[in-house]
């Protein structure tokens, strides 16, 4: 059994700051827990957007604090997500987020990250692995 709080991630390898400086995440669950997923809870920070697409995952989020707008850039189709409103990339579209007020949400992620992806210049998380124990 894991028990985790969010308290014992900041300021670890676990908290994670993009490189664009768009977002932060604390990984609470990754891949090195082999469990099949990994559970993030991710902020968005105000004003700023961020354009992402999932190639090699599957992404459900649920919105708990504050208020963004989603573009499938697939279909140009806009979406007002506020707390309570999940949404899922069953497709790997290609999206982009637009937070209004600082957006706090809870993702989880399949294939599991490994806590050390950052979006490219594509807006994908590269897929990688963690070593098979042995």
């Known amino acids: 059994m894991i028990v985790r709080s969010l308290r014992d991630i900041e300021g670890t390898d676990r908290h994670i700051k993009s490189q ?12 090195k827990e082999r469990v099949g997923f990994s559970l993030h809870e991710t902020t968005l920070y105000a004003g700023t957007e961020t354009k992402m697409w999932y190639a090699n995952h599957v992404e459900a989020v649920l919105c708990v604090e504050g208020e963004a707008e989603l573009t499938n850039e697939e279909t ?19 999206h982009t987020m637009r937070p209004k007020t600082d957006f706090r949400c809870v993702c989880v992620f399949n294939p599991p ?3 050390r992806e950052d979006h490219d210049e594509n807006g994908v998380y590269p897929l990688l692995t963690e070593p098979e124990e042995g």
């Open 20 to 31: 664009s400086g768009t977002w932060e995440s604390k990984r609470i669950v990754l891949a």
């Open 113 to 115: 990250v490994t806590g």
């Open 76 to 94: 140009g189709e806009k979406h007002w997500i506020e707390p309570g409103t999940m949404y899922l990339l069953d497709g790997h579209e290609r």
